[in-house]
T-cell receptor, first 111, second 122 residues
Framework: GEDVEQSLFLSVREGDSSVINCTYT??????LYWYKQEPGAGLQLLTYIFSNMDMKQDQRLTVLLNKKDKHLSLRIADTQTGDSAIYFCAERRGSARQLTFGSGTQLTVLP | GAVVSQHPSRVICKSGTSVKIECRSLDFQATTMFWYRQFPKQSLMLMAT?????????EQGVEKDKFLINHASLTLSTLTVTSAHPEDSSFYIC??????????????????FGPGTRLTVL
């Protein structure tokens, strides 16, 4: 199966919170990342969390990490139409420089 | 954050021709560059990792003779798709990171992504 898994689609109403979930399998993950990709564009790093942290908050974004369950989530507060995009979680394992990406979650924000 | 550019952004070519895609780090020295391939509505698949001045390391299943990677300087890596075929049509994305000082990539060795190149082979 996939090393990093995400649900494919999420729809929310404008102003609501969005929660995008990600599970991974490798216990040697050192950093976990959330990237945003808008149509036809590259990836924009939104936030990251070190594996010894449980939570990280950055303005509207909150990242929660449950290392025991290997579960990562990204919460976007007060979701706006401009947040509509594909969101990828990614992990970096040990001292390796390369990233392993999830399949991406298409977030659609409805007016 | 640091800026990575790709050129061209879109290319359409005939089957059998070769296409070169450039990836440049504009304001930092990229000791490592990564090339990814992304199919429609799918994730990024790492193709190869290149370190400046040395041969690229290819992921399993990626043909190194078909996807030629050159990382001749700390600001430029190129991916050449040789004898392109329709099945090579895809979105190719590069990323760059640096281990020179703390700089922009800091201690978490962030990868900065280019905007991608859409390749269509007719």
């Amino acid at each position: 199966g996939e090393d990093v898994e995400q649900s494919l689609f999420l729809s929310v109403r404008e102003g609501d919170s969005s929660v995008i979930n990600c599970t991974y399998t490798d216990s040697s993950s050192t950093y976990l990342y959330w990237y945003k990709q808008e149509p036809g564009a590259g990836l924009q790093l939104l936030t990251y969390i070190f594996s010894n942290m449980d939570m990280k908050q950055d303005q509207r974004l909150t990242v929660l990490l449950n290392k025991k369950d290997k579960h990562l989530s990204l919460r976007i507060a007060d979701t706006q139409t401009g947040d509509s995009a594909i969101y990828f979680c990614a992990e970096r394992r040990g001292s390796a420089r390369q990233l392993t990406f999830g399949s991406g979650t298409q977030l659609t924000v409805l007016p | 954050g640091a800026v990575v550019s790709q050129h061209p952004s879109r290319v359409i070519c005939k089957s059998g021709t070769s296409v070169k895609i450039e990836c440049r780090s504009l304001d930092f020295q990229a000791t490592t560059m990564f090339w990814y391939r992304q199919f429609p509505k799918q994730s990024l698949m790492l193709m190869a990792t290149s370190n400046e001045g040395s041969k690229a390391t290819y992921e399993q299943g990626v043909e190194k003779d078909k996807f030629l990677i050159n990382h001749a300087s700390l600001t430029l890596s190129t991916l050449t798709v040789t004898s392109a075929h329709p099945e090579d049509s895809s979105f190719y994305i590069c990323s760059a990171s640096s281990n020179i000082g703390q700089g922009r990539t800091g201690s978490y060795n962030e990868q900065f992504f280019g905007p991608g190149t859409r390749l269509t082979v007719l």
